[in-house]
């Protein structure tokens, strides 16, 4: 059975002065993958991800979702989508450290006003625990540990039930145990049909990925599935990913 695309980018170019960092970019993203973006530092990852994410304003070229072009949206519609379709995690987590645990997660809930305050808490509380954070809720931020932190960060991403979940780099800054925690928690999501677009530097997290696009001087260069994130297949699947990585060039 083929795949629902979710977003559509065509022909998307992104300058800064006169410098092309994105050329004419065509590009599918499928509803329950976990697409990983790769390439070499410079090439254009962050870029791409935060134009197919509203982030940024492509200079030329179509972000479709749902049938609009999103960079056709008026500021309004535009804030919209990003509280309601989407959420996005950050390499530096970008949480408010003078709220709570739970204050953080409840917040683009409480903003979107489209349930009452006990349903969103409801919610929020289901998704510490789903992500092991049960004992922290009331904690503030600081007291957090790095893996911690960013898996507040996904509860609050995930709060407003968003269509695609973007993550830059979301172990960049986290040791290895931690990483791995955070990759748990987005693929034990992912299995339970978020989608997922992630942009990272990391063989462990690319790993995760059911598709890689790998971004090479602002384009497409090469685009593979892979089968779905089993545990127990990972040292076949690294031997899979790390050569078609380096056939890219990695
Ligand atoms: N706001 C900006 N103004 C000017 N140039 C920019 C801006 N943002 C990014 N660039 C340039 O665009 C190019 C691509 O940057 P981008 O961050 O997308 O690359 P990347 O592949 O994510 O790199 P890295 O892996 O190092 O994070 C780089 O040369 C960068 O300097």
Request: hydrophobic share 40%; with cysteine; net charge neutral.
């Amino acid at each position: 059975m083929s795949k629902s695309n979710i977003i559509k980018v065509q022909q998307l170019s992104k300058h800064y002065d006169n410098h092309k960092i994105l050329d004419n970019v065509n590009l599918e993203i499928f509803e329950s993958d976990f697409t990983v973006i790769m390439g070499p530092s410079g090439a254009g990852k962050s870029t791409l991800l935060q134009n197919i994410s509203t982030m940024d304003k492509p200079t030329s070229g179509k972000v479709i979702f749902n049938q609009q072009d999103l960079t056709k949206l008026t500021d309004k519609a535009l804030s919209l989508f990003r509280k309601k379709d989407i959420g996005f995690i950050f390499q530096s987590f970008n949480l408010i450290e003078h709220l709570s645990v739970l204050e953080n997660v409840c917040l683009p809930g409480l903003l979107l006003k489209t349930e009452s305050k006990q349903q969103v808490i409801q919610r929020a509380k289901q998704l510490l625990t789903g992500l092991g954070l049960d004992a922290h809720m009331e904690q503030a931020i600081t007291h957090l540990s790095g893996g911690q932190k960013q898996r507040v960060a996904i509860a609050r991403s995930l709060i407003n039930q968003p269509k695609i979940l973007f993550a830059d780099e979301p172990t960049g800054a986290l040791d290895s145990t931690s990483g791995i925690e955070v990759l748990d928690s987005l693929t034990l999501n992912n299995q339970n049909g978020q989608t997922i677009v992630m942009v990272t530097h990391d063989l462990k997290a690319a790993l995760r990925a059911d598709r890689i696009l790998f971004i090479k001087d602002g384009t497409i260069f090469g685009d593979r599935n892979f089968t779905p994130y089993n545990a127990s297949q990972i040292a076949a699947r690294r031997i899979e990913i790390e050569s078609w990585l380096q056939e890219m060039g990695w």
